[in-house]
């Protein structure tokens, strides 16, 4: 089976999260430690909660390999949930803005947004890092690297072009900011904009920036429209909680400026290109052209909102009697946006991996290899 599908369970304050990915294919060494270290990743972030404190998030393989080497059979993830207090939790009297609460309430027919948002919160993420952990080893032994950092937080940006300048370095700077950032003076800013808001009562959105390197062109098509590879994506990462924007190289920014400023010259590829013997001059489509990969690096940038859960309270009003009062809080962080670029790296891993799969097939990772290698002979000719 090379059809790549995946599935998460669990509720945030429940006994565990579960996940299942079917489709890995056989012959992968995998690594499970590599697992537990995009785990830490996710819960790492300078103005994070209670929760973080609480948790230590480890996976758990319960199924899909022999002697640590996956045999192309379903692949069982379980992520324990410390604090599994789910039966003792209060049932909240109003529902929050910015949260699943009220809709979630009214598409069931109840009162009782502790049936929603045990489901609807960003907990149930950590399944989902935990089976990109396991496909994004898949494409790394096909030379594909996925990358995220976070580009802006509270309205502090990161200098432009910090990912060019850290170069061949740029995973030993990320582990040591506390931002997940590629830029030291900017999180010396980040950092004061956290604690005015901690102080304030208040929570802080910002933007993160994937890329993907090493990806071959073709990925994707321009046969249908959900399957173009932008449209994958951009739903990867809408699937994350919080997320309100996305967008692909130059993004918005293409809607102010003229065509000659915008598209990509194609040009003669580079001494020991891989992929093709084209390249771009420039690559302000962010790797994508037609609903298809281009060769070229992948580019992504998402925004994510606030967290909607405000110390200092936000006005609602209760189900009884519709009187008004400040949401119900409990504890919440105060970003987490550099927990959300984890999680929109994760995505997009899994989506790649999905469509990498889907082309390029192969039932053991040799057999994907071959199949991979014969493209790129077969590209390289065009």
């Not at 929050?96 to 489901?119: F, I, M, N, S, T």
């Not at 609602?316 to 809080?329: K, Q, Y």
Request: glycine share 12%; aromatic share 4%.
């Amino acid at each position: 089976m090379t059809q790549l599908s995946w599935r998460t369970a669990g509720e945030s304050h429940g006994k565990s999260l579960v996940a299942i990915v079917e489709g890995i294919p056989a012959g992968l060494t995998l690594d499970l430690e590599r697992v537990d270290a995009e785990l830490a990743r996710r819960q790492c972030g300078y103005g994070r909660g209670g929760r973080m404190k609480i948790e230590t998030d480890r996976a758990e393989l319960l199924s899909g390999t022999r002697a640590g080497v996956t045999l192309g059979s379903p692949i069982a993830l379980l992520v324990p949930n410390k604090d599994h207090v789910i039966e003792k939790l209060p049932v909240p009297e109003d529902p929050r803005p910015g949260h699943a609460d009220l809709a979630g309430c009214q598409k069931y027919g109840h009162r009782d947004p502790r049936a929603v948002l045990e489901r609807a919160s960003a907990r149930e993420t950590a399944a989902r890092v935990a089976v990109a952990g396991v496909a994004r080893q898949v494409l790394e032994a096909l030379g594909v690297e996925i990358f995220a950092h976070t580009t802006s937080l509270g309205g502090v940006q990161v200098a432009a072009g910090a990912f060019e300048a850290a170069g061949e370095g740029r995973v030993a700077l990320r582990a040591q900011s506390d931002f997940l950032s590629l830029d030291p003076l900017a999180d010396e800013r980040m950092r004061a904009a956290v604690d005015a808001a901690k102080e304030a009562g208040d929570t802080l959105g910002g933007t993160f920036e994937v890329r993907a390197l090493g990806l071959p062109p073709g990925l994707g098509s321009y046969q249908s429209g959900p399957e173009r590879l932008t449209a994958r994506l951009g739903a990867a990462l809408f699937s994350i909680p919080a997320i309100k924007g996305v967008e692909f190289g130059l993004g918005f920014e293409v809607a102010n400026l003229p065509g000659s400023q915008v598209h990509d010259e194609i040009v003669p590829a580079a001494p020991g290109a891989r992929w093709s013997r084209y390249g771009r001059a420039t690559n302000r489509a962010g790797g994508l052209e037609g609903g298809m990969s281009s060769g070229e690096p992948l580019v992504v940038r998402a925004a994510m909102k606030p967290i909607p859960t405000l110390r200092q309270g936000v006005p609602t009003v209760r189900f009884d009697d519709l009187s008004r009062v400040e949401a119900t809080w409990q504890r919440s962080d105060v970003t987490s946006v550099p927990a959300a670029g984890v999680v929109g790296e994760a995505m997009i891993a899994l989506e790649l991996c999905t469509v990498v799969l889907a082309q390029f097939g192969g039932d053991s990772l040799d057999q994907l290899r071959e199949n991979v290698e014969a493209f790129r002979r077969r590209a390289s000719e065009v």
